[in-house]
């Protein structure tokens, strides 16, 4: 939960810079996440939609937690 808090957090920090350079998103991406922990997902992981002023991007992945023995608990995020 914590780590999907600071992926919206990187994600809607790149959207409102107004950068639309696909490589450049994915680098700030990258960046954001190397100094929020962010393991779960990397800036492949991201469905990058832009046009002439705008960008959207999205994403969609799963988070197991281990219980005991053969239990876990999987936690499925998306942002659309």
């Known amino acids: 939960f914590i780590e999907n808090a600071a992926i919206e957090r990187s994600i809607k920090s790149i959207e409102s810079s107004g950068e639309t350079s696909l490589g450049n998103i994915r680098q700030n991406f990258d960046a954001n996440a ?38 876990s608990i999987v936690f499925s995020y998306t942002n659309n």
């Open 34 to 71: 190397s100094v929020n922990n962010i393991r779960s997902i990397t800036s492949k992981d991201l469905v990058i939609n832009r046009n002439e002023n705008n960008v959207k991007i999205s994403y969609d992945y799963d988070s197991s937690v281990h219980l005991f023995r053969n239990v």
